[in-house]
């Protein structure tokens, strides 16, 4: 059983930056992927970023360029920093992670989400 603990998420400015990070708890797993998605109210739950175990990142053409996914694959946690927010960066931020136990089945886990938001 993996659980993924999020932190950073509140209230900031237009223009602001915040940074969310979150933490992969747990035994005799690795990480095969890992990254965030988020829900604005009324909408789907979308890709924000997510970084593979080899380093390739893939991300929305919407915060490509103001926000930055890291990654440390020792202590299994994920970090975005996000520049340049604006309103329509309002929503839940979800951490998601891809794992393989010791037999190599890939399971996926899901944050319990913190909330952003961005005002005007």
């Known amino acids: 059983q993996v659980q993924l603990v999020e932190s950073g998420g509140g209230l900031v400015e237009a223009g602001g930056s915040l940074r969310l990070s979150c933490v992969a708890v747990g035994s005799a797993f690795s990480i095969d992927r890992m990254g965030w998605y988020r829900q604005a109210p009324g909408k789907q739950r979308e890709l924000v970023a997510v970084i593979s175990s080899g380093g390739e990142i893939t991300s929305a053409d919407s915060v490509k360029g103001r926000f930055t996914i890291s990654r440390d694959i020792v202590k299994k946690t994920v970090s975005v920093q996000r520049n340049g927010l604006k309103p329509g960066d309002t929503a839940v931020y979800y951490c998601?992670?891809?794992?393989?136990?010791?037999?190599?089945?890939?399971?996926?886990?899901w944050g319990k989400g913190t909330l952003v938001t961005v005002s005007s």
């Open positions: 998601h992670a891809g794992v393989r136990t010791v037999t190599w089945v890939y399971m996926e886990y």
